[in-house]
């Protein structure tokens, strides 16, 4: 099989691998939070800000797109001509897969304070998978490593 039949699928194969990156929204959890005690206190929404949260660099998009634009840059020319065009294609191959794989893992968030009934006021930022207005009634969630949630 030439590089040129199996370039597209493994592009594919490597750019789906990279968008399964990063895990679900405010309202999932991750296996180790489960049978841990949170404590529970309750407020009242005071302001609700739309945040951008930047995706973790995995490097996945990067080295996909350094190998796939290294194999088809050495498809350029011959000799020298077929190394200079690896290497450009593996450059640029590199800033393309890190770019795609940012753009796939952005998350939306929202930026939550809350007036506990205690009197004191927090901040939590979390995705925007829930949907939350100023005078909403609120639970907040606190588990262990510093994992805090807004929820209805």
């Known amino acids: 099989m030439t590089r040129s039949k ?3 699928p ?14 679900g929204g405010a309202g999932d959890y991750r296996a180790y939070e489960t ?9 009242v929404v005071e302001s ?3 945040v951008h949260i930047d995706p973790r660099d995995t490097g996945v998009g990067t080295a996909s797109g350094a190998v796939l634009g290294g ?4 498809n350029v020319g011959g000799g020298n001509g077929q190394i200079a065009g690896a290497i450009g294609g593996a450059i640029l191959g590199g800033i393309i897969g890190q770019n795609v794989e940012r ?10 304070t809350v007036l506990l009934d205690s009197g004191r006021y927090i901040a939590v930022v979390q995705e925007a998978d ?4 100023a005078g909403d009634r609120v639970r907040i969630l ?9 929820t209805h």
């Open 10 to 23: 493994a592009a594919l194969g490597m750019l789906l691998a990279g968008g399964c990156a990063y895990p």
């Open 48 to 50: 609700v800000r739309e």
């Open 71 to 74: 194999l088809a840059g050495s």
């Open 130 to 133: 829930e949907a939350f207005r």
């Open 142 to 150: 606190s588990g262990r490593g510093g994992i805090t949630r807004v």
């Open 103 to 112: 753009s796939a893992n952005e998350r939306r968030g929202v930026e939550v």
């Open 35 to 43: 049978r841990g005690e949170q404590s529970v206190r309750f407020g």
């Open 6 to 8: 199996w370039f597209a």
